[in-house]
């Protein structure tokens, strides 16, 4: 029932949700800094099909797995070598290492609200290339044109102003340069959020939904998940961690293979006189099919039932 109202709460107050997330990832970097094999916080990405061509990893990388395939898939349009790379909403810093490592750009940088999260980073991520600082996803304390590619994934749901961010990301990304991004959204919510991200001034080079790959993430790392939660926390607190991490049952797995809440990856390019990197190839098909929905508004409500809250008016599509 806590879990509940938190999750009420954040949806009808986008102040509430930005302070009770950064809350909780403080908590997270403080009670968990010590645990330096736990990098990513993300759900994850599997190809489908009878050939999933796994990228390659280094042994120490396997365990997080699905979680470094998401960055891969997320950059893997856009060539980022020596290029200067930016994520926002860098978490335990899993991803900006994986673009330094793999990717090799010129600098990788990563952003996060939470102090103790880029205290994590800077001790166990720190390089001559890569740097962690913090600071607001709708303030970035960066100078104009300081980047030629942007990363967002699974972060801008806990914002508050997501018009405010979007300018941000702009303003920091030299001409040309690319914004690679990914997060979940209700399905009434998915055209909105494309039609949002153009009109912010980008061209979007694809928009991708991805759910299917993220479903099948899960499923494939659901003991990983499990046995963290359990490391983590005591046991009257797993259900809670469960949710979090995505474990089969939960909200966001039951959402996700329902085709009530959708998983996009979106390719765009600031509007500029020549690329600031090449495309590799398009982003334009879905890997998963779209699914029918009833109308938006049923589809939301439903939705919700589901992961065990109801929508009052104000949240409803119609609102």
């Known amino acids: 029932m806590l879990v509940n109202f938190v999750l009420w709460l954040m949806r009808r107050s986008p102040a509430a949700r930005r302070l009770a997330w950064r809350g909780f990832h403080e908590l997270l970097g403080h009670r968990y800094g010590g645990l330096d094999w736990w990098t990513f916080m993300n759900y994850g990405f599997a190809e489908l099909g009878e050939d999933p061509r796994p ?29 200067d790379v930016l994520e926002v909403g860098c978490g335990r810093g899993g991803g900006v290492s994986y673009v330094a490592r793999y990717l090799n750009p010129r600098r990788a940088t990563g952003l996060d609200a939470a102090r103790t999260q880029v205290d994590f980073c800077r001790r166990v991520h720190g390089g001559p290339k890569v740097e962690f600082v913090h600071g607001e996803a709708e303030r970035l304390p960066f100078d104009d044109d300081s980047f030629d590619a942007v990363v967002n994934v699974e972060s801008s749901f806990c914002y508050r ?12 990304l030299r001409p040309g340069g690319h914004f690679l991004f990914a997060d979940v959204r209700l399905a009434f919510e998915a055209d909105a959020l494309v039609d949002q991200l153009a009109r912010a001034g980008f ?8 759910s299917g790959n993220v479903c099948r993430a899960l499923e494939l790392d659901a003991e990983r998940r499990r046995k963290v939660a359990a490391t983590l926390v005591p046991a009257y607190l797993r259900h809670v ?6 474990v089969e049952g939960t909200r ?11 998983y996009l990856s979106v390719t765009m390019q600031k509007d500029g006189a020549q ?8 982003v334009a098909a879905r890997t998963s099919e779209p699914r029918e929905l009833v109308g938006a508004e049923q589809a939301a409500r439903q939705g919700a039932r589901v992961a065990g809250f109801e929508l009052t008016q104000r949240d409803s599509p119609a609102a």
């Open 55 to 83: 990228i390659p990893l280094a042994p120490e990388d396997e365990a997080e797995r699905y979680c470094a395939q998401l960055y891969a898939h997320v950059t893997g349009a856009v060539d980022l070598e020596g290029r």
């Open 161 to 172: 102003d997501m018009d405010a961010f979007l300018a941000e990301v702009r303003r920091v």
């Open 203 to 210: 061209t979007v080079i694809g928009a991708r939904d991805i």
């Open 241 to 246: 961690l469960y949710a979090f991490v995505g």
């Open 252 to 262: 966001i797995p039951t959402l996700l293979s329902s085709g009530l809440l959708r």
């Open 275 to 282: 690329l600031a990197a090449p495309i590799r190839g398009t």
